[in-house]
């Protein structure tokens, strides 16, 4: 099976969960311990790391992986999220897009996510 065939939903897909995502991250800004939001910036990271690995773009699979590990640890605390989280999580969408453009442009991501996925680690790790 040729994975190309099937870029442009991929595309399409990762747009839309990055359209989600920006908006998830409006509303948790808004509210910091809204943790249905926080349930819903989980799903999108599962989602986008499923669909990238499947396709082949390790790098984004790597930072939606740690996003989504990021996420889990939030999920059913009742404190709000922190603003340090919050950044780097604004930081993973503008990459994620950077990301996607990259792939619609080349066939292939070329950011490097490695600063922002030691961000999201040390995040993790408290």
Same mark, same amino acid.
């Given at each position: 099976?040729?994975?190309?065939?099937? %870029? +442009?939903?991929? %595309?399409?897909?990762?747009?839309?969960? /990055?359209?989600? /995502?920006? %908006?998830? %991250?409006?509303?948790?800004?808004?509210? +910091?311990?809204?943790g249905e939001t926080v349930n819903e910036i989980f799903r999108i990271a599962h989602s986008m790391k499923g669909m990238s690995a499947t396709m082949g773009f390790a790098r984004m699979a790597s930072l939606t992986h740690e996003m989504e590990s990021v996420m889990e640890g939030l999920r059913g605390r009742s404190e709000a999220m922190e603003q340090d989280s919050l950044n780097a999580l604004f930081g993973c969408l503008d990459t994620l897009e950077a990301m996607t453009d990259e792939i619609e442009a080349e066939g292939t991501e070329t950011t490097d996510p490695t600063e922002l996925i030691g961000r999201l680690k040390a995040i993790r790790t408290g």
């Open positions: 099976m040729d994975v190309s065939d099937y %870029l +442009p939903m991929f %595309l399409a897909e990762a747009r839309e969960h /990055l359209q989600n /995502l920006n %908006l998830a %991250l409006v509303k948790i800004e808004q509210d +910091p311990a809204d």
